[in-house]
């Protein structure tokens, strides 16, 4: 339960974040699902032997995440705002695998 708000708050923060970013919408919702779905398969991930799961989960987010800057990218977006993205997800990935990892 305790868990669920956490993530629900995190959810929020990172919609927050994303929208304060001021890209194109196709791309803040792009942003926003990548990290979604990316923050629901970490929170399947909590099984006793989840550790591995957890890290591998965490490098397949990461290569998407190239491939996602690599598209927007393509949509000539400043390389800063890459950056400050870049930061932000890697920072929320590291809040969740210390939640997973708790």
């Known amino acids: 339960q305790q868990q669920q708000q956490l993530f629900v708050q995190l959810l929020l923060e990172q919609l927050i974040v994303i929208q304060q970013l001021q890209l194109k919408p196709l791309i803040q919702l792009q942003l926003f699902i990548f990290w979604w779905s990316s923050s629901l398969l970490l929170s399947r991930a909590k099984a006793p032997d989840g550790y591995l799961l957890v890290i591998e989960l965490f490098v397949f987010q990461l290569l998407v995440f190239q491939l996602l800057i690599v598209e927007l990218l393509v949509f000539?977006?400043?390389?800063?705002?890459?950056?400050?993205?870049?930061l932000i997800i890697v920072e929320l990935l590291v809040v969740e695998l210390i939640i997973v990892i708790e």
């Open 76 to 86: 000539e977006i400043i390389v800063v705002e890459l950056l400050v993205i870049e």
